[in-house]
């Protein structure tokens, strides 16, 4: 089978290993009473929705009773029924395998038959590690690839692809030879069993540890095929969609190749795909992604279908070098041409006509006066002579100079500044960090973005200023003509205040050896300092003051080491309960407190007042407060618990080189507007909003991603298709006013089939990854997940009654666009903050879910999906990655060398066997903690594809080194997404199982 | 027996005490028919090189409501060592320490020539001088420079152990640090906030909060270390201050075209007079304030920043338009009360060509015994060396200040104080010797007096209670002590009595006696006190009237004529100089405001109640000396009739020092003789003056404005606005002639000052 084969579905058709070799599992001591637990509520069975079960009470009656031990057999007899009513699939491809098939179904054996429908997720019954699988007899598909060794050998069963659906593997010694398992209790949910070994921890989902079991036995008794016929199928892992395939294949066949933007709703390669994008009118994907390029053309439409329309917009995405960077249009000092009813920009969707003389415009239909300064005549084809020669009438995306009415008071903008303030109480002292931090302003200073050369002699004279703080604010005169800085403290933290302007924002080269002269003195001043208690709010006051003064916008980078619990606005306390974890009240966690933080919040913004907090916390620091500000103003948030400077020290320089070196907008207003039938109805990011339409952003980099939802107002026609247009008013760098435009012209449709074709997953799961980030500030977790499962079990059902063609129902059919939707799915439902587990800490949950808040596609996709490269056998002559496997522990191997990465974390694996020449020569031994530089090959290529990822990133990781069954691993595992989540969560092919299970109850 | 004069003379010298009246009369009914109250003018400090102070503590009186110190004129019984108290009648036992008495050994304060004694006491550690620099830096960079360099000479005058601190201000209030190394540090407040004391002393750092030991760190012990941080011994620091001053800059915010700058000096002033309050309270300091203009933002403020807005005038506060003369007012009259009952004084040194707010903020001064200088500009001389001469020793090499004095008063029976005029604030001490009838501070017989210099003088006034009908018996003396307790330079507690006695007499049967004990100069100043005291309060023309009436009832008292016929009218010798006096004093500027600022006003008001007698009555009736070629320099009158071409004039109204060089001498001067060998003399004449103002200048503080003009010059006006207009353009005499110069005014010259006066006096309807 091709990849098409991207089912979903296998998990549930996969040949189970034989039960009787497991049984051992089962007879685990701990196993026994909860499985009977969860074994023993029949009720589960009863309840099925009709249509998938029939009577399983029924069937079970027919089904000769597995030999296994008797807890099974609710299952047993559950699994009986499945093949009674004849859900199961046959496992082959029923659509015709060519490569883009747009839908891809795998028979399977599955019977998703899961009596528990209704009760959504948390019952998934993940099979536990090492537990041993009760298959059906003719089934040999691994459905959980934990790790248990004893499964092993149903693991490499199940490799041997699924095309052959050959006898399945009889030798195991299973209780049920022959195909048709009487007792399919094969299927066997390995979730009961395996709940005792985790139940431990927690339940899949976070969810109730215990309680969901009811409906658990039921949940996955599908028996894999025993019924249908020619179970022969088994289905490994492999046979379900993996992502990393896809990526592959995205990259063989776009990768590498120019896109040109000039079709409507054309939908672009994968994120992870490299490509280049010549712009024809539309902008690039790195601007503007859209969970679909095919817009239904009636608000019904899409109420049926569910999938989001949304797009995300990163409107300062960086360009690689060989692609143009956006032209800078001037329309003179009337400002750009816009149209005068919806005020939407001149851009390739204006039509001209009566010779040129008027033009109509693409969104509002408005027909308007062309500007004398502007006429041109048209030629035959209706089009304007100069039309390339136009980069707002030829191109998706150019930016325009602003004119003065888009100043602040009519007042020509000064150029943005900068300021570090440095939290110099006790913790930071101690731990070195000030010391550390002085030391590498020095050279940071340097790579500040720079004015290109030509505005050099426009620039004024200021661009960074210095501030410490612990319980009052020491600001610092470092004007050049000083020949020592002065030290302004400033106590009334009630109102703040800027004690002094001139002197305190310098331009850094003139100022460099009073700066230098600070610098050196800082960490000496406080060095004997016993303070240990800070304050914050009034900090970032104090920014938004020093900006307000100087009439300027900026960033304030704040290193901050603790819970500001000074007496003094913002003042905060430990308000972390593990109490509140899994109720109704968990959202208060991720609640900022209210008040003064707010109100800092608007200020911020209304001055372009961008905020980066760096936080060095030893303790719970309330980051869901602290961060509010940051996150509201384009800032971004690092957080580096219990830093050391010898451990930490580079990772975090290495993310404050970065930051600061980002390039970036300051001082931004972003309104996006569309056609008419639809409109921006909902935003997500680091922004601030006003009123219901304009994106306030006290800054935006070029990581920060603006998700907008879009709502119908009408239908829409299919032959003028829909546009929209992105238009960011900000200040450059250097203190100019620009408008950047992104334009985007999507298809529409009457038919669903069309919308599925041009999905994209990647952006539909950064829309929910952040409307869910989002949802669980006002809804109980519980609520969230189960909403989500719903939502994908709707778009995939959609999908199947209405464009799939007819096949069993038993079936999982994925449209291809979105074959691997539920792996991410699952995964962001396994991320911390979607997690009710008390092992978490509050902060790293609200960390998480603030900074995907503003995360672009790619984030999220490597958020969700880490790339797991193998090292161990790379070609170490090659320039190349290695190609990444898929996030599943049964990938990893014991004499093997795996990185992960997600994008925050960096992980190097080694394999308990791993060949000491390998160390040796990464290593140089017996140090594990760090990459040494070595001088050999392999150390140096392992080193540069390390450095290689971290470049990309927009956040540098620490690399962190486990090796394979030590307690570190732990981390590393909760990354491997397909396997059952460390604190709870279904494993990959469960998810799909339950999916499949929902779907197939919207369907009846 | 010595004439009055020379009695009035040696008691100045000795006691430093100047009464209207030398003579008493004995009753309340008489006491008021005199019309000018009993009182006296009393120099504290006055310099007595002749007068080592004893080191010993006085002798007081055991009664507990009078306490008065065992003076010369106690009667003592000194074979039973016993001593009667002469204000209440105590009999009181010598202390152990006194038991070698007898009437050949007498210990000082039982000398008659030590009616003014001086003693040390010495409680607790001595405390050291504090001064606490408060400096606007919204000043022009030159103005800025000089005033810089002013205060760093000013540290070598300190004494080496004093304390000194520094606040800039600007649009914010900069406390600086002076302890630390490297880095200069300071404290900022912002320049619009009102704060609390405690809010200060917090934000300074200087409240010891609670969880500092929380670390588990040792505390570090911090009090004194911590008020050090900004109050530190001159030789400790003074290296760093003139660095620090040296490095200090105008203050850097921008100031937009059409505004003036903000200046915070509400909060500059709240701040310092937080700090000292907070760490040395009841200990002498001198906050010295320095501006170059208005305060324009926060509390106090005096202005807003809009040019377009000027500053108040008199007409505008006279027309109830000066938005924020009450509030400001208030807060710096709040700041002062605070500043007093600590017993530190504030400065201020306005220099600015435009007003600076001293009408606010003199309470400042005024109430603390504070210094006021007024000025065009920090770079000029008037101010450079009036500020130097704050420093200036006496004979004995400690500064001629003197801080936390409280001026205390007994009086005998007969008499009860009703108030003070001058720099001091009320104690509200309630004794038996106070009356209910308030002239001036009144309500208590104590006074603080935040700071004293050896000029310092007060108008105290009394009032006679003995009735009519209870006569004293003849020869009776009443006694009146004051008691002054200070803090010296030289950081020694002192405490000076002075105790004098004036005989009682029948108004009735010794009317002559009470007329010749008249001492008109001490009852001009005296009067003229009440009437510039009453002018803070009450409208210009009621005061006038005030005066005139007072005047009127003095001549028809003492005056003698026939009813209804000017011509007639006569004053003894003892009051004829008393009306010129009131005429002149109707002129100044201190109850004038006429081309007047506000702000001068105020100066002007701020220096005339404190200042000796001999300067109030420069003040009052300026002098006018004359030289040429016809004699010596001789004084002459001022009038405009001693405005002659062949003479130079100098004048001096205590705040100028006008040479004025006549007609033909200016001519001659253009025309340089001075400079031919042959023209000697003229050079000489022209040079004597200026030796004569040199002199003047060198003893004068604050140093008067000097101006050498001549006639025509525009600068002529300061002369003739002062002279009596007896020649006006359109008088009767006889003009152009060499009579002298005729004045260009509508004002009353003396002589027609003089015909209404007697026409009045004599009028039988008043």
Request: with cysteine; proline share 8%; aromatic share 8%.
């Amino acid at each position: 089978m091709s990849q098409q084969g991207y089912v979903a579905a296998p998990p549930y058709s996969q040949a189970q290993p034989g039960m009787g070799g497991y049984q051992g599992g089962f007879g685990t001591g701990p196993a026994q009473p909860l499985y009977g637990h969860y074994g023993g509520p029949p009720q589960a069975f009863t309840t099925p929705p009709a249509g998938m079960l029939k009577s399983p009470a029924s069937s079970a009656a027919g089904m000769p009773p597995p030999p296994v031990s008797s807890q099974y057999s609710p299952n047993v007899q559950q699994n009986g029924a499945h093949p009674q009513s004849g859900y199961e699939y046959v496992m082959k491809v029923l659509k015709d395998s060519q490569c883009l098939s747009d839908n891809i179904t795998i028979p399977t054996e599955c019977c998703c038959v899961l009596s528990v429908a209704h009760q959504p997720f948390q019952t998934p019954p993940p099979p536990a590690m090492g537990q041993p699988q009760m298959l059906p007899g003719s089934q040999s598909l691994n459905m959980s690839p934990q790790m248990s060794s004893s499964q092993s050998p149903q693991a490499s069963m199940s490799m041997t692809s699924p095309q052959m659906p050959g006898p399945p593997m009889a030798g195991v010694g299973r209780p049920f030879p022959g195909p048709p398992p009487p007792g399919p209790g094969g299927f066997q949910q390995p979730g009961p069993p395996g709940y005792p070994q985790q139940a431990g921890k927690s339940d899949p989902f976070g969810g109730h540890m215990a309680g969901p079991q009811p409906g658990m036995p039921g949940a996955f008794p599908g028996a894999p095929g025993s019924l249908a016929g020619p179970p022969q199928k088994k289905l490994d892992p492999d046979s379900i969609p993996s992502i990393t395939q896809v990526i592959e294949d995205d990259q063989a066949k776009q990768g590498g190749q120019v896109l040109t933007t000039n079709i409507r709703g054309q939908v672009p390669p994968l994120v992870t795909t490299d490509f280049t994008v010549q712009d024809q009118g539309n902008a690039s994907p790195r601007f503007i992604r859209c969970t679909t390029y095919c817009l239904p053309c009636t608000a019904d439409l899409g109420k049926q279908c569910q999938v989001p329309l949304a797009s995300i917009i990163k409107p300062f995405a960086s360009l690689p070098k060989n692609e143009t960077p956006l032209y800078v249009v001037s329309h003179g000092d009337t400002g750009p041409i816009r149209c005068n009813r919806c005020k939407a920009y001149m851009c390739p969707y204006m039509r001209f006509i009566d010779g040129g003389r008027r033009y109509q415009c693409g969104f509002c239909s408005c027909v308007n006066e062309v500007p004398v300064f502007y006429f041109q005549h048209l030629d035959h084809m209706g089009r304007r002579v100069d039309l390339y020669e136009r980069p707002e009438l030829s191109l998706g995306s150019y930016e325009f100079v602003a004119t003065l009415d888009y100043c602040k008071n009519n007042k020509p903008p000064n150029p943005p500044a900068y300021i570090f303030m440095i939290d110099v109480s006790y913790n930071n002292i101690k731990s070195g960090l000030v010391k550390l931090i002085c030391e590498e302003l020095k050279t940071l200073l340097e790579k500040l973005p720079r004015y290109t050369q030509e505005d050099a002699r426009q620039c004024s004279t200021r661009s960074v200023g210095f501030v410490t703080y612990n319980k009052v604010l020491h600001f610092y005169n470092v004007k050049s003509a000083l020949a020592q800085p002065q030290m302004m403290v400033v106590s009334d933290t009630a109102e703040m205040f800027v004690p002094l302007l001139d002197g305190f924002l310098v331009n850094y080269q003139d100022s460099r050896a009073v700066i230098y002269n600070l610098l050196d003195q800082i960490p000496d001043m406080f060095a004997d300092t016993n303070e240990s208690e800070t304050i914050f709010a009034p900090v970032i006051q104090a920014g938004v003051e020093a900006f307000k003064a100087a009439e300027c916008s900026g960033k304030l980078f704040i290193f901050h080491s603790s819970m500001p619990t000074a007496e003094a606005p913002g003042k905060l306390k430990n308000r972390d309960d593990k109490k509140l974890v899994n109720t109704e009240k968990e959202k208060i966690l991720f609640q900022p407190q209210k008040g003064v933080y707010e109100q800092l919040s608007k200020d911020c913004v209304a001055q372009g007042c961008c905020v980066d907090l760096f936080l060095f916390p030893s303790q719970y620091v309330d980051l869901a407060t602290m961060a509010d500000v940051p996150s509201h103003t384009g800032g971004s948030i690092y957080k580096y618990s219990n830093f050391q400077v010898e451990t930490d020290g580079e990772h975090f320089l290495r993310d404050l080189r970065k930051d600061v070196q980002k390039s970036i907008g300051f001082d931004a207003v972003m309104r996006v507007r569309t056609s008419t039938g639809f409109r921006a109805t909902d935003f997500f990011g680091a922004i601030h909003m006003n009123n219901t339409t304009d994106i306030e952003m006290a800054a935006v980099d070029c990581d920060k991603a603006v998700t907008v939802e879009f709502k119908h107002d009408d239908t829409l026609n299919e032959e003028n298709g829909a546009f929209l247009q992105c238009a960011l008013l900000y200040t450059t760098i250097n203190g100019q006013r620009r408008l950047r435009i992104h334009n985007l012209s999507l298809n529409c449709s009457s038919q669903l089939l069309e919308l599925y074709k041009s999905c994209e997953t990647d952006s539909l799961i950064n829309f929910f990854a952040k409307s869910a980030y989002r949802a669980i500030l006002n809804q109980p977790l519980k609520n969230v997940r189960e909403i989500l499962v719903n939502q994908t079990a709707h778009m995939l059902a959609c999908y199947r009654k209405n464009c799939a063609s007819p096949s069993a129902a038993s079936q999982l059919i994925l449209p291809d666009a979105m074959k691997v939707f539920p792996v991410y799915m699952n995964s962001l439902m396994k991320t911390a903050p979607m997690l009710g587990s008390t092992e978490l800490s509050t902060d790293d949950r609200a960390h998480q879910r603030l900074s995907v808040m503003a995360m672009g596609v790619e984030d999220t996709q490597l958020l969700l999906y880490p790339r797991l490269l193998p090292l161990h056998n790379m070609d170490v002559s090659s320039d190349i990655l290695p190609a990444p496997v898929r996030c599943s522990e049964e990938r990893l191997t014991d004499c093997g060398m795996f990185l992960l990465e997600n994008g925050h974390s960096m992980f190097l694996w080694l394999g308990q066997a791993i060949p000491p020449d390998l160390i040796q020569s990464i290593f140089n031994v017996p140090s594990l903690c760090a990459l040494p530089e070595l001088d050999n090959v392999l150390s140096k290529k392992v080193r540069s594809i390390i450095s290689g990822l971290l470049d990309k990133r927009p956040n540098s990781m620490k690399l962190q080194i486990v090796r394979q069954k030590d307690k570190p691993e732990m981390l590393f595992r909760q990354f491997l997404v397909e396997d059952k989540g460390l604190y709870s969560g279904a494993s990959y092919m469960d998810f799909l199982c339950y999916v499949h299970r929902e779907i197939r109850q919207l369907l009846t | 027996m010595a004439t009055y004069q020379e009695f009035i003379q040696q008691n100045e010298d000795r006691d430093g005490v100047r009464f209207s009246w030398n003579f008493w009369p004995s009753s309340r009914l008489e006491a008021t028919r005199l019309v000018v109250p009993v009182s006296c003018l009393f120099t504290p400090l006055k310099e007595r090189p002749d007068l080592p102070p004893v080191q010993y503590e006085p002798v007081l009186c055991s009664r507990a409501n009078c306490k008065a110190v065992l003076n010369p004129l106690c009667q003592v019984d000194f074979r039973a060592k016993i001593w009667a108290c002469n204000f209440c009648f105590q009999r009181n036992p010598f202390p152990p320490s006194y038991a070698g008495i007898s009437e050949v050994n007498q210990p000082a304060e039982l000398m008659p020539q030590f009616s003014t004694i001086e003693y040390i006491v010495q409680h607790g550690p001595p405390t050291p001088l504090i001064f606490l620099y408060v400096v606007d830096t919204c000043l022009e960079e030159e103005d800025l420079q000089a005033l810089k360099e002013s205060l760093q000479m000013s540290l070598s005058l300190l004494p080496p152990n004093a304390l000194v601190g520094l606040i800039t201000f600007g649009r914010m209030v900069q406390v600086h640090e002076l302890s630390c190394e490297g880095i200069a540090k300071s404290y900022v407040f912002r320049g619009t906030k009102d704060l609390s004391s405690k809010q200060i002393q917090e934000m300074l750092g200087l409240t010891n909060s609670a969880p500092l030991g929380q670390q588990g760190r040792p505390l570090v012990p911090q009090d004194a270390a911590a008020f050090c941080r900004f109050l530190q011994p001159v030789h400790r620091v003074d290296m760093n201050l003139t660095d620090l001053l040296g490095e200090l800059q105008r203050d850097p915010w921008p100031v937009p075209q059409g505004k003036r700058p903000l200046r915070s000096t509400g909060v500059a002033l709240s701040v310092a007079v937080g700090l000292l309050e907070g760490s040395f309270p009841n200990t002498g300091a001198r906050v010295m304030l320095f501006i170059g203009g208005p305060p324009t933002q926060g509390p106090g403020m005096v202005v807003g920043d809009e040019l377009k807005t000027p500053i108040r005038s008199w007409h505008d506060i006279q027309k109830d338009n000066a938005r924020h003369l009450k509030k400001a007012t208030k807060y710096y009259e709040a700041l002062a009360n605070r500043s007093a009952v600590n017993g530190h004084s504030i400065d201020i040194y306005a220099c600015a060509l435009d007003q600076s707010g001293l009408l606010e903020m003199k309470c400042l001064s005024t109430l603390t015994g504070g210094h006021i200088v007024m000025g065009d500009s920090f770079n000029t001389s008037l101010f450079k060396q009036t500020f130097q001469r704050v420093f200036s020793k006496d004979y004995n090499g400690d500064f001629r200040m003197a801080f936390g004095g409280v001026l205390e008063v007994k009086t005998s029976r007969e008499l009860k104080v009703c108030g003070a005029i001058g720099p001091c604030v009320s104690l509200n001490s309630k004794g038996s010797c106070v009356s209910e009838n308030e002239m001036g501070v009144g309500g208590t017989n104590q006074w603080k007096v935040c700071s004293l210099t050896p000029s310092t003088t007060l108008g105290i006034y009394f009032e006679v209670v003995n009735q009519h009908n209870a006569p004293i018996p003849q020869g009776g003396r009443g006694a009146v002590q004051f008691v002054t307790q200070y803090q010296h330079s030289n950081t020694q507690r002192r405490i000076r009595v002075t105790t004098i006695a004036r005989n009682w007499a029948d108004a009735q049967t010794q009317i002559q006696h009470i007329e010749s004990s008249f001492d008109q100069e001490a009852a001009a100043v005296l009067m003229a006190r009440l009437g510039v005291f009453r002018a803070e309060s009450e409208e210009g023309p009621d005061v006038l009237r005030w005066l005139d009436r007072q005047l009127i009832r003095l001549c028809q008292k003492f005056g003698q004529f026939n009813k209804d016929d000017p011509a007639s009218f006569r004053l003894s010798e003892s009051l004829s100089l008393y009306p010129q006096f009131m005429f002149h004093l109707r002129r100044s500027p201190f109850l004038q405001v006429f081309n007047n600022s506000p702000d001068e006003s105020s100066y002007y008001r701020h220096h005339f109640v404190r200042q000796d007698l001999t300067q109030s009555l420069i003040m009052i009736q300026p002098i006018l000396y004359s030289y040429s070629f016809h004699g010596p320099p001789e004084p002459v009158l001022l009038d405009s009739s001693s405005i002659l071409p062949d003479r130079i004039l100098l004048m001096d109204t205590f705040f100028q020092l006008v040479i004025y060089h006549g007609e033909t001498i200016s001519q001659w001067r253009k025309a340089g003789y001075q400079k031919m060998a042959e023209y000697e003399n003229f050079k000489q004449l022209l040079q004597a003056p200026l030796d004569d103002a040199q002199e003047l200048l060198h003893a004068r503080f604050p140093m008067p404005r000097y101006i050498d003009t001549e006639h025509g010059g525009s600068q002529a006006r300061f002369l003739l606005s002062k002279v009596n207009p007896s020649q006006t353009h359109n008088s009767l005499y006889t003009w152009g002639q060499e009579t002298g110069s005729p004045i260009l005014t509508d004002d009353v010259s003396l002589q027609v000052f003089m015909d209404h006066l007697k026409k009045l006096a004599v009028s039988s309807s008043t």
